[in-house]
């Protein structure tokens, strides 16, 4: 059942350039230049004249929920609250007639988000699904949406069921960006192309970066505390490297904009702290670099996913994992490849039950 790997972890990460591939397959078309979603599609003209789109989840779809507040305000030109279904369920949020709900959601039953969005239904909200579980209850919910089609996830860490909801995020994005025309059709044909080439990235990772990663999980499994930073794109994989991290080793990490820094988090940096920089080539690359100087400055041991052939940061960093150079609109499906990486060894050298952490539950059905 684990098809020859010794986690379900490790098999799903593995199966991630399918779960995208399977993602993509029957909507994008790269020689006709088209997105199916049906689903989406018959929404769109709600979509397109939305004031705002309230997107709700939590956990890693939560995470999620960030990259596509990112990818939509910047493609579509519409404004985007990401929320967590457990606070937006009680404090009495404005939601009127008309209003698009996002929710997104491995299981489909996850009852905060579930809640939230019963409430919002009955405001009158359309709700729209991003959803793995086929027939779950959000998807039953939901007046339309897109399913992600990762395949079962059977270990409690999301890890396919991430990327893909990225994937679709991003097919959603781009198709409604180019209804709305807030994008060109060379951008859109650019996105399209750089979106299918995703999955053959993954895999470029997956063949080449797995001893390294794991020699780095050697070196940094005693740690206590780890520091994720990123910025734009990649500041949801920072948040999100830091709670894979903390679900499978049980070190405590936390995640911030890389720019926070300052703010707070600088106080802990000394010869003792890990500190992953998610530092890929994007327009923040010269704003990130000087945040690693800083850091190394003061002495933190510097761990940095970088775009592949990158110099500067290799000279700067004491640990580095390439990733392939892409569009910073499709790279934090290949920047969290690494940190799942990362975690699953981290928690296999320190002896954890990787599938089955502590406390947690696959779903959680209760509030
Ligand atoms: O099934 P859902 O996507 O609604 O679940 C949301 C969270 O419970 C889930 O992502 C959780 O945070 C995972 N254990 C993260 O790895």
Redesign the pocket.
């Known amino acids: 059942e684990k098809g020859g790997y010794d986690h379900f972890m490790l098999k799903e990460i593995i199966e991630q350039p399918q779960a995208i591939f399977d993602s993509m397959r029957g909507r994008l078309d790269l020689d006709k230049l088209t997105i199916t979603l049906s689903g989406i599609e018959q929404y769109a003209e709600q979509i397109c004249k939305a004031n705002r789109i309230v997107i709700v ?5 939560w995470h999620a929920g960030l990259v596509a507040e990112y990818l939509i305000e910047e493609l579509c030109r519409i404004n985007v609250e990401v929320e967590y279904a457990s606070e937006f369920r009680y404090r009495n949020p404005i939601v009127n007639e008309g209003d698009v709900i996002l929710a997104i ?3 489909g ?2 009852a905060d ?1 579930l809640v939230a969005l019963e409430n919002a239904k009955s405001k009158g909200a359309i709700i729209l699904g991003v959803v793995n579980v086929v027939g779950s209850s959000i998807a039953r919910l939901s007046h339309a949406g897109a399913y992600t089609h990762a395949g079962p996830e059977i270990g ?3 890890t396919k ?1 991430f990327t893909a909801q990225l994937t679709v995020l991003e097919l959603i994005a781009i198709k409604i960006a180019h209804i709305k025309k807030t994008i060109d059709e060379q951008q859109y044909a650019h996105l399209l192309k750089e979106l299918s080439a995703v999955p053959d990235k993954v895999q470029t990772i997956l063949d080449t970066q797995l001893p390294k990663i794991r020699e780095i999980a050697r070196k940094y499994k005693d740690a206590r505390d780890f520091l994720y930073l990123g910025r734009g794109y990649n500041f949801p994989i920072a948040l999100e490297g830091a ?2 991290l903390k ?1 499978i080793t049980y070190i405590h990490a936390e995640g911030y904009p890389a720019a926070e820094m300052k703010h707070g988090p600088i106080a802990l940096v000394d010869e003792n702290l890990p500190v992953v920089f998610v530092a890929t080539k994007d327009r923040y690359h010269e704003k990130i670099v000087s945040n690693i100087q800083e850091v190394k400055a003061r002495k933190g041991r510097i761990i940095a996913v970088i775009t592949e052939g990158d110099e500067v940061s290799k000279g700067l960093a004491e640990d580095y994992i390439e990733i392939p150079d892409a569009d910073e609109i499709v790279a934090p499906i290949l920047s969290v490849i690494p940190l799942q990486l990362l975690s699953y060894y981290m928690g296999v050298e320190r002896n954890q039950d990787v599938d089955k952490p502590r406390n ?1 539950a696959k ?2 059905t209760v509030e």
Request: aromatic content about 0%; proline content about 0%.
């Open positions: 989840s939590c956990g890693t779809s959601s491995q299981s039953e996850t988000t409690v860490a999301s069921a709670l894979k679900e947690l779903s959680v």
